[in-house]
């Protein structure tokens, strides 16, 4: 996504942006304290930053018929869930909030992302909630997969399961906030456009994952959906959040506003 602003790819019109790496739930933290003008946030988090920052329209991860796996070491059904502990990569995650929404019942034991198939193959917990590579991994490390958040939530609603999106803070000038929208959105374009390119720069971000599953990784989550959400990638933000709401999980109403560029 962020390739041909990393590199210089783009004329960003005088905005100089500067580059910050880190796991989603640092950023969901960050994002609550008001740190970062611009930043990816889990969509669940966003009802919580929503009185601040405004959600771009473009940047969007969502999963389309796949989403994060809850996995475990031995066969369990959906009922078998209820009451286990569950490895869990952050309690602003969406993917948390999907698995709320899936299975109300089960303690969640807080595990930093890409340290959550460790834990349940220690048997520290029952079963872990899979997201990034490890959905495309897990049947080679051996898990059983119990199931996939987002090919449920498709079959439930009809829609694309959102779990990340940009958002931008609301008191920075509006001419401000629709450059940074544009920059972004000529970003994945360019990206998309150029994807061998856009694949090296991320690959040194790949934790050893072989190229052709970061590619196949980053097809499912760097798409159509990312350059704008459209009509249905909205409606599908909205009812997750409203879903969330209506369940007591997320504990305020939320108000969803995009910048319009």
């Keep these: 996504m962020f390739y041909a602003l990393a590199d210089g790819q783009i004329d960003t019109q005088g905005i100089e942006y500067v580059h ?7 950023l969901n933290g960050r994002a609550m304290r008001g740190e970062l003008d611009v930043t990816a946030v889990s969509i669940h988090a966003y009802a919580y930053l929503s009185d601040r920052y405004a959600l ?3 940047g ?7 989403g994060p796996m809850l996995v475990s070491r031995q066969p369990m059904t959906r009922a078998d869930v ?5 490895a869990v990569p952050g309690m602003m995650t969406s993917a948390y909030l999907a698995l709320k929404l899936y299975e109300p019942d089960f303690i969640p034991v807080v595990v930093p992302f890409d340290q959550v198939g460790q834990a349940v193959m220690d048997g520290q917990v029952d079963a872990g909630l899979l997201i990034h590579e490890g959905q495309l991994t897990y049947k080679e490390e051996g898990f059983h997969l119990v199931a996939d958040m987002g090919a449920w939530w498709l079959e439930k609603t009809g829609l694309p399961l959102p779990l990340g ?3 931008i803070r609301k008191d920075m000038p509006p001419d401000v906030q629709k450059k940074v929208s544009r920059h972004l959105r000529q970003s994945i374009a360019y990206g998309l456009d150029h994807r ?3 694949l090296d720069h991320a690959m040194r971000y790949a934790r050893g994952l072989e190229r052709s599953k ?3 990784f980053v097809g499912m989550y760097v798409n159509d959906w990312t350059l704008d959400y459209g009509e249905r990638g909205r409606a599908a933000i909205r009812l997750f959040l409203d879903e969330g709401v209506r369940s007591g999980v997320i504990t305020r109403p939320v108000t969803v506003e995009f910048v319009d560029d």
Excluded: F
């Excluded at 910050?20 to 640092?26: A, N, R």
């Excluded at 969007?60 to 796949?66: E, L």
């Design 60 to 66: 969007a991860s969502m999963g389309d018929g796949y």
């Design 82 to 86: 209820k009451g286990t502990r569950i």
């Design 165 to 167: 999106g940009n958002v």
């Design 56 to 58: 771009l329209p473009h």
């Design 20 to 26: 910050e790496l880190q796991d989603i739930e640092t």
């Design 214 to 216: 970061a590619d196949e």
């Design 196 to 198: 061998k390119s856009a």
